[in-house]
């Protein structure tokens, strides 16, 4: 809930029953609180707005939207700039978009976002060669990565779907193999949920990922499933990790808390394979986990592969 707005506007509006028509706008926005977010100073500017769903009529001219404020004790701010859009049913024309982003605090990100001239119609409005790229740090560890995409908006439903999406990024952090990963395949999200096909590598292990995530309920629901066909777990942990957990004496008590209090932002199950795991100088075949995250809780409900002649099959919570 909103606890305090203050915001002047200045301009002309209209409303006649199924259209709203705005020019020239400045609306200023500053002192917005809800809980754990205060809202900088931030401006909407345009030399025209009109939005009517009734009639599939949807333009802008010359918007510029730059937004600023605090998340808890992080700062962040955005930008968002449209030259020209003009949808009326099945007709469009317009220009791409640009803007830029940062988060501040323990956790760093900044990066960039445009894309090419749109197309298609007031249901279904393409952006292609929408492209990002962003930069951040959190401690000691660094990630660079930039993604590109098609991009289809379907502003009267509130979705969006990334096509032909391509991502590389890295991680790297002092005392961590350096990771990379690529991604492709195709995303989309709308009020109730989000959707992936996706496939990629992380470091050399190729893999595949499907899933969803329902937003309908207070915590996210999500179903996801992941293959490998060869997970070499020596290439993404730490150098010393490995060797660490073997020279431990069985049941001798950890040094390092581990903190499980992430289990409760989501429920949902999740699907792991592998054709082959590693790990260290161990193989295991066909490795399958089977997981279910709920309130806080996870369950291990299989837990199975293929090794020294023989197979595992376990579970536990």
């Not at 991604?183 to 959707?195: F, H, I, S, Y």
């Not at 499907?210 to 293959?227: D, I, K, L, Y």
């Not at 499980?260 to 161990?282: E, I, P």
Request: proline content about 5%; aromatic content about 6%.
């Amino acid at each position: 809930a909103v606890k305090s707005l203050h915001a002047t506007l200045a301009g002309n509006l209209a409303w006649d029953g199924s259209t709203l028509t705005a020019w020239p706008i400045d609306l200023n926005l500053s002192d917005a609180k809800t809980a754990g977010m205060e809202l900088g100073p931030s401006t909407l500017i345009a030399q025209r707005l009109v939005y009517s769903p009734s009639t599939q009529k949807l333009e802008l001219d010359a918007l510029k939207l730059p937004v600023s404020g605090k998340q808890n004790s992080d700062g962040f701010g955005a930008s968002l700039d449209w030259p020209q859009l003009a949808v009326a049913g099945e007709q469009l024309k317009g220009s791409g978009f640009s803007g830029r982003f940062n988060l501040d605090g323990k956790t760093t990100l900044s990066g960039s976002f445009e894309s090419g001239a749109p197309s298609g119609n007031f249901e279904a409005l393409r952006m292609p060669a929408f492209a990002l790229k962003l930069k951040g740090s959190s401690g000691p560890r660094k990630i660079d990565g930039q993604l590109k995409s098609n991009l289809l908006l379907r502003p009267a439903k509130s979705a969006a779907t990334m096509e032909k999406l391509e991502l590389r990024a890295s991680i790297t952090e002092p005392g961590l193999q350096p990771l990379a990963l690529v991604l492709g395949g195709n995303a989309g999200t709308d009020a109730r949920g989000a959707q992936w096909a996706l496939q990629g590598a992380l470091n050399n292990n190729k893999f595949e990922s499907n899933g969803s995530a329902s937003f309908n309920a207070a915590v996210p629901t999500v179903q996801a499933t992941a293959r490998f066909d060869r997970l070499d777990l020596n290439e993404v942990m730490a150098p010393s990790a490995s060797a660490a957990a073997s020279a431990a004496a069985p049941g001798a008590p950890g040094d390092t808390a581990v903190g499980l209090d992430g289990l409760t932002a989501l429920n949902g199950r999740f699907n792991v394979s592998a054709g082959q795991l590693v790990f260290r100088q161990y193989e295991v075949g066909d490795a399958k986990l089977d997981a279910a995250l709920d309130n806080g809780t996870l369950r291990v409900t299989r837990l199975s592969g293929n090794a020294w002649g023989g197979s595992v099959d376990g579970s536990g919570v």
